[in-house]
């Protein structure tokens, strides 16, 4: 990932997700469908593969335009290939019963990070509004044991937009994010456990596992 991919980052996140590309897709303003593959992450004893799709559904009004996504997980013992869904506000969710309007959202997810045992993985799933500053994130976490999947947030504290980090250092059980209000600073770090409890985590630190391939499928993706 480039210095410039970062930059791009609508939260300056430390896990990008694919900006660039998305912004470049939408100024066509030609009503289509678009693909992109997201790098792959390998568990750290070659098990599992973790990657996304990401689809741009590009409507004439820019603001009318979806940008939506999937993330994939591979077993490379078996070759069995499941999606893992994301209850986030945004996501697209067959599990969920919601007939609201997803016109003009944003819903990226992208692996981030394996536990330090393999038994999890770590997602960021950003979500936004075109035309507005809701922007935030999610962590998406899939448990290799139960084979589920919670998304958590931070909560019960006053924020506009979080940023996820990564796994906790002194908490292997609990994700980082650092959270504020647009204007003001610094932001606080938190962290997050599967309940979503929060609290400030003043001297804690971000860890990240896992091996990040590119293969030749990553990137734009042929459209529709």
């Known amino acids: 990932m480039t210095s410039q991919s970062v930059q791009l980052d609508p ?3 430390p896990h990008p997700i694919p900006w660039g590309w998305v912004m470049a897709t939408l100024s ?3 009503p289509s469908k678009h693909y992109y593959r997201s790098h792959a992450l390998t ?9 996304s799709r990401v689809q741009v559904q590009v409507e004439s009004e820019f603001y009318q335009s979806r ?3 999937v993330l ?6 078996t070759g069995d290939l499941q999606a893992i869904a994301a209850t986030s506000p945004f996501a697209e969710n067959p599990f969920i019963s919601n007939s609201a309007d997803l016109a003009g959202t944003i819903s990226i997810v992208i692996p981030i990070s394996w536990s330090s045992t393999g038994d999890r993985l770590l997602a960021r799933e950003f979500e936004s509004i075109f035309c507005s500053d809701i922007a935030s994130d999610y962590a998406l976490i ?3 044991v139960s084979n589920r999947s919670s998304t958590i947030a931070p909560s019960e504290i006053e924020y506009s937009n979080a940023i996820l980090l990564g796994w906790s250092e002194e908490r292997s059980d609990r994700v980082l994010f650092r959270a504020g209000n647009l204007g003001e600073t610094p932001w606080k770090l938190w962290s997050v456990d599967m309940e979503n409890e929060t609290l400030e985590a003043v001297s804690d630190q971000p ?3 896992g091996q990040v391939t590119n293969s030749v499928w990553a990137g734009p993706q042929m459209q529709r």
């Open 67 to 69: 940008v939506s996504s």
């Open 11 to 13: 939260l300056n996140s």
């Open 28 to 30: 066509d303003g030609t």
């Open 207 to 209: 860890r990240t596992y």
């Open 72 to 77: 994939f997980l591979e077993n490379l013992q």
């Open 142 to 144: 899939w448990d290799r």
């Open 43 to 51: 568990s750290l004893d070659g098990h599992y593969k973790a990657y």
